[in-house]
C-alpha cells in the first residue's frame, strides 16, 4: 500500500484529531519508513479494549511498513509519587517494570507484530540525564502555557495545589520524543496537550517537529457514554475469558456497535458499511454483533473459543428469544452488593422478594440465560447481564455502588 | 560574648527583618557555633557598598564565633541562560568561576576572617544530582506558592513569560540550606522569598529549619533614594580609589550618613550615637563624614590612604567653604555625554556656553575643587561632582544618561 491518499485513508480512520495533515501527507510521501511513537504507564498492565484502539492504531502502521516504538515511561514510574501522598504510587523497582513489560508484551503481541515492535524505556535516557540538563529542558517550556493544560487550569483556578515536578512530567514525555526521534506520536484524546509538548520540544532541540495523532476514548459496553475504565467497572478486559467477553460484547446497544467496529475491528470500511445495510434490509442487528464478538475474541484467544463461545450464547438463550429492545436499569448496590431477590425486585422483574425466592424456586429465573437456583446469592457492583424471569420478562442490569 | 541577648543585639543591628527571632535565640542559647549562609552570584564579582552590607552581617556572625559560609552559585552559573534569549548570561566555564572565587576572596577577605570562612560551590552537590532527583525537589513545592513571589506574580499576571526553569532555580537555592545544614541564612530584603524556600526545603528534607535574617538595601550615594546598583551609576565600589570613595562618600546627604553609619561602620551604635549628640550641640556634620568615610576607606585600602584621601580633599576645598546647603541637579547627558561648558550652562552656574569658556580661560572653573582647563571636555553619564564657578557658585551635579 504504497499509495499516499490510500495510507492516510488508512491511517485516519477513527482518528480524532490529526496535526498537521499535511506534514503526515509529506513524511508518508517520502516513502521511508516512519517512526510512530506511543507512551504507556509502566504499572502493572491489564489492558482492555479501550487501549487497543490506540494499540490497533499502531498495527495499521506496521502493516503500512512504519517502525513502531512502544514506549514504556519508567523514569517517572521508578520515582513513584515524590510529595508521598499517595501510597497507592509506590516507586516500581527495575525488576518490576521488567516483569510489567514482559506482561505488557504478551498482550500487545495479540495485536502487534512482534518483528516490527520495538519496545523501548525512558529511562535509557533520563536516567543520563542530570539536573542541569533537566533546568535546561525547564528552561524550553512557559509556567502559562503548562497551566493552560486542562486539569492543571482548573486545579489552579480552584486551589488545588500542583506540585512544580507535575510541570516536568509532560516534559519528560515531551522529551521522549526528541529522544526517539518520533515522526508521528499518537495518543488518546486526553494526551493532546502532552503530545503537543513532544512537538514543541523537537523544535525547540532543533529536530523535525512530530505530526500528533489522537484517538478517541471508547465508550464502556454499558448503556452509559462513560469511558470504558476499570474504576467504572465498564471494561471487557482482553484476557477475559471468551464467555465473559462475548456476553459483555453482547449487552451493547447497536449505536455502540458501529462505533466498536470502527474502532476495534480490522474489517474494512467498506464492509461494515455492507453489513448496515444489510441491516437496513432485514437483518437481525444480533447476527452483525456475532461477527463482531467472533473477531475480537479471535483475536484475544482464537477463532475456535470464539466459535464455542457463540454456541455457548445460543444454547443458553436457546429456549426464548431475547426482546430486541428490552429494559436496562442501572442500580446502586452500595459497597455491600445485593440479593439477587431485591435486584430482580429493584429491576421490576418481580413484585416482591418473596415472589423473587418462588420464581428462583420454580427454576424461572436466569442470568444471562443460565438458570439460578441460590435467590439469596450477592450480586455486586460491576456485575452486568441480562436477567430473565419466565419466558417473557426481560432486562439488562447493572450494578454499581454510586 | 556569649550573653544571648546581647549577641541578639548584635545581630539585629540594622537587620529589616528576622524570622523566627525566637528560634534564633534557642540557636544562640546552645552555645555552639552556628552554621551562617549567605549566597552569592558566581558571575565577575565587583563589589560596591551596598554588597558589603551583607558581608559586614557575616562578619558580625564571625566575631561572635560562628562559622560562615560564603557560598557561590555557581550551579546556575554554568548553565547561564538556557532560554538562549540572553546573550549577556553565557554560560561561565569552571575556570572562570574559580578565577571569579578568586577575586571574590580578594575583596571580601577586607572584612571577612579568611580564617573563619568557608567559601563553598554549590555544584558540588548540585552536580551530583540526578534528574530524578531534581523532579523529588520539584516535588516539594507547588505552583501556586512559586507564583505568589513578587516578581513572577507581576510578570504572570502582565502576560510577560516565565520559564519552567525559573521554577527550579529558587529550589535549587533553596537545597543548598539543607546540604549545607544551614542554621541562618543571611540575604538581601529582596531574597526573602527564596529564603523561605530554603527553610521550607530543610522541613521537607526531615532538617531543622534555618532562621532567616534579611538586611535593608543600601541606598547610593546620590540625592535619589534608588537602591546602590552599577546600572544607576550611583554606587561606590570597593575597589575604587581613596579619592574616589571619599569624595563619594562626601557627597552623601546628613540623613543618609546616618544610615551609612548603620550599615558600614564597625563603630558600635552607642558611640554612632554620641556623634549625633556632637552635631546637636554644635559639631560640623563634615567632620562627623569624615569620620564615616575615613574608616571605610581604612577597611578597604589603609589608614594612611584614608588620611592622604582626607587631606587632599580638604586642600581642594580650602580657599573656598562649600556651604553646606548647595543645589543638585541631575543632567541628562545621554549616551554621548556633554561638554563641561553645556553642563555648567544646565547647572546655572553659567549664563551661557560663551560665558562658561571665558570662566574656564580665566580659571574660575573648578571640579571637586581642582581648577579645570579644557572648557570642551566631555564629560559622561555617571559623572558627579561639585561644580563651582568664582567664589560663590556651587552645585552638586550629576550626569546620567536617562
Given at each position: 500500500m504504497t499509495d499516499v491518499q490510500e495510507a492516510l485513508e488508512f491511517i485516519t480512520r477513527g482518528a480524532d484529531e490529526i496535526l498537521l495533515l499535511e506534514e503526515l501527507r509529506k513524511k508518508l510521501a517520502t516513502g521511508k519508513p516512519l517512526r510512530i511513537k506511543a507512551g504507556f504507564d509502566p504499572t502493572a498492565p491489564d489492558l482492555h479494549l479501550g487501549h487497543t484502539v490506540l494499540i490497533n492504531k499502531m498495527r495499521q502502521f506496521q502493516d503500512?511498513?512504519?517502525?513502531?516504538?512502544?514506549?514504556?515511561?519508567?523514569f517517572t514510574g521508578m520515582i513513584g509519587d515524590p510529595t508521598g501522598k499517595s501510597a497507592t504510587r509506590p516507586p516500581l523497582t527495575e525488576t518490576e517494570i521488567q516483569e510489567n513489560a514482559k506482561t505488557y508484551q504478551q498482550q500487545i503481541y495479540k495485536i502487534l507484530d512482534p518483528d516490527k515492535t520495538v519496545i523501548e524505556f525512558n529511562s535509557k535516557w533520563m536516567s543520563k540525564m542530570s539536573s542541569a540538563d533537566m533546568v535546561?529542558?525547564?528552561?524550553?517550556?512557559?509556567?502559562?502555557?503548562?497551566?493552560?493544560r486542562d486539569d492543571f487550569d482548573k486545579r489552579y483556578k480552584s486551589g488545588q495545589a500542583i506540585a512544580i515536578h507535575e510541570f516536568l512530567y509532560p516534559l519528560v514525555q515531551g522529551y521522549d520524543s526528541v529522544a526517539l526521534d518520533a515522526d508521528v506520536e499518537l495518543g488518546g484524546t486526553d494526551q493532546k496537550f502532552n503530545l503537543l509538548v513532544g512537538r514543541q520540544l523537537q523544535e525547540a532541540y532543533g529536530k523535525k517537529p512530530q505530526v500528533i495523532l489522537t484517538m478517541p476514548i471508547l465508550e464502556g459496553y454499558t448503556a452509559s457514554d462513560d469511558k470504558m475504565s476499570k474504576s467504572l467497572d465498564n471494561y471487557i478486559g482482553i484476557t477475559e475469558s471468551p464467555d465473559?467477553?462475548?456476553?459483555?460484547?453482547m449487552s451493547i446497544d447497536d449505536e455502540k456497535m458501529w462505533r466498536y467496529f470502527e474502532l476495534l475491528s480490522f474489517r474494512s470500511l467498506d464492509e461494515i458499511n455492507g453489513f448496515k445495510q444489510d441491516i437496513d434490509q432485514g437483518a437481525n442487528p444480533r447476527d452483525i454483533k456475532f461477527k463482531l464478538a467472533e473477531e475480537i475474541i479471535t483475536r484475544f484467544h482464537n477463532a475456535k473459543a470464539a466459535e464455542a463461545a457463540q454456541t455457548d450464547f445460543i444454547n443458553r438463550f436457546?429456549?426464548?428469544?431475547?426482546?430486541?429492545?428490552?429494559?436496562?436499569?442501572?442500580?446502586?448496590?452500595?459497597?455491600?452488593?445485593?440479593?439477587?431477590v431485591n435486584v430482580l425486585k429493584e429491576a421490576g422483574l418481580v413484585s416482591s422478594t418473596s415472589d423473587g425466592h418462588r420464581m428462583v424456586k420454580q427454576g424461572a429465573v436466569r442470568i444471562d440465560g443460565e438458570r439460578v437456583e441460590d435467590s439469596k446469592q450477592i450480586l455486586n457492583s460491576g456485575f452486568s447481564a441480562i436477567l430473565q424471569v419466565g419466558k417473557r420478562k426481560f432486562a439488562r442490569v447493572i450494578l454499581s455502588d454510586r
Open positions: 503500512l511498513g512504519h517502525d513502531v516504538i512502544f514506549l514504556i515511561g519508567d535546561r529542558l525547564a528552561s524550553k517550556h512557559t509556567v502559562a502555557r503548562m497551566l493552560e465473559e467477553m462475548f456476553g459483555k460484547l436457546s429456549n426464548n428469544a431475547i426482546p430486541d429492545d428490552m429494559p436496562e436499569r442501572e442500580i446502586n448496590v452500595g459497597s455491600e452488593g445485593m440479593p439477587l
